[in-house]
């Protein structure tokens, strides 16, 4: 398994400039709770799926197999 950034620089800069405003939170959600603080739980279970692979919600993360 590997996790790394985007390769489309465009979607890093403007997901980090909203995790900023967000206090760490992602900004493709609405409600401030836990399972939202980046990286959230929703992609830390994909990241647990060995069979997972295809970016976060926020598309800031890809998680492959290799």
Do not use: T, W
């Amino acid at each position: 398994m590997a996790v790394r950034l985007n390769e489309n620089k465009e979607i890093v800069d403007k997901i980090r400039e909203g995790l900023k405003k967000k206090g760490g939170y992602c900004p493709c959600r609405v409600e401030i709770i836990p399972e939202n603080k980046c990286i959230c739980e929703e992609f830390q279970q994909q990241m647990a799926d060995p069979d997972f692979e295809g970016y976060c919600h926020c598309m800031l993360y890809y998680k492959s197999k290799d």
